[in-house]
């Protein structure tokens, strides 16, 4: 069945630090995929999103490019700041069904 | 985006007894999920709530124990029966707004303690 993977956590930063959070999956057919942010103690909101091939999400200086040839949907950022420390998860869908999830990654980052 | 809210936002129970959750959308929406994180790991996808009809449970997941009802396009529930422990976690819905649409908006979640 349909997977993704993320890299183990937690990652610890400085503020403005470079951020990369590696996300690789498996799927038949073309998925959307997402990438997902939980702040402490909220729900999930959605950080970026990117439909087919070749396509870049961005949003709040995150951004995602999706690369069908290596399966991946790594998300990256220049320069983080103490509030993104926040839990990331990258999930797929396939024509509207549900959300399968990476397990999250723990982002710290300290002033 | 779709504005989602649900009640309550958290409780502590005792074993054995059951808990609803409501999740209710500010617009009708074509499909409507529930969600479990347990303590630190990530979500799992526990029914579809299907308007009007029974819901669509994933394996590991029964009616009996996680009743889910959805009388219209813009409300669901979710009834956690007979608790234990174990099912102290994060209970989301998600919603998707539009026929075809492949985003989910989530809710804030409600955060279950069972003693």
């Known amino acids: 069945g349909d997977s993704v993977t993320q890299m183990e956590g937690p990652v610890t930063l400085s503020e403005e630090a470079f951020l990369t959070i590696n996300c690789t999956y498996t799927?038949?057919?073309?998925?959307?995929l997402f990438w997902y942010v939980q702040y402490p103690g909220e729900g999930l909101q959605l950080l970026l999103k990117a439909t087919k091939a070749d396509d870049k999400g961005s949003n709040k200086g995150f951004e995602a490019t999706y690369r069908k040839e290596t399966t991946s949907f790594h998300l990256e950022k220049g320069s983080v700041q103490v509030s993104d420390s926040a839990v990331y998860f990258c999930?797929?869908?396939?024509?509207?069904?549900?959300?399968?999830f990476g397990k999250g990654t723990t982002l710290s980052v300290s002033s | 985006s779709a504005v989602i809210s649900q009640k309550p936002s958290r409780d502590i129970c005792q074993r054995g007894t059951s808990l609803t959750i409501q999740c209710q959308v500010d617009?009708?929406?074509?499909?409507m999920f529930w969600y479990r994180q347990q303590p630190g790991q990530s979500l799992t996808l526990i029914a579809t709530a299907n308007q009007g009809s029974e819901a669509t449970y994933e394996s590991g997941f029964v009616i009996d124990k996680f009743p889910i009802s959805r009388p219209n396009l813009t409300f669901s529930t979710l009834t956690v029966s007979n608790m234990s422990p174990e099912d102290s976690s994060i209970y989301l819905c998600s919603v998707v707004r539009d026929s075809g649409g492949q985003t989910q908006y989530f809710g804030p979640g409600t955060r279950l303690l069972v003693l």
């Open positions: 617009s009708q929406v074509t499909m």
């Open positions: 999930a797929l869908t396939q024509a509207g069904t549900a959300l399968i």
């Open positions: 799927a038949t057919g073309y998925p959307s």
